[in-house]
């Protein structure tokens, strides 16, 4: 067969944390632009350090 696999042993997938969102928080309440806008810039500083920079398609 000429089919290749990449496997990878499950016990090096690190554990991910989710951090909770405030239950009363709501994207169009003025009051929560500052603590959503905070979540925002944490999740993409977290996804920019795991993911390789696109450089060419």
Do not use: G
């Not at 990878?8 to 989710?18: G, R, S, T």
């Amino acid at each position: 067969m000429d089919c290749q696999f990449n496997l990878f042993q499950i016990a090096k997938v690190p554990i991910e944390m989710h951090v909770k969102i405030q239950s009363t928080a709501i994207p169009f309440a003025p009051q929560y632009q500052e603590y959503l806008a905070m979540r925002k810039s944490k999740k993409q500083a977290r996804n920019a350090r795991n993911e390789p920079a696109l450089t060419a398609l």
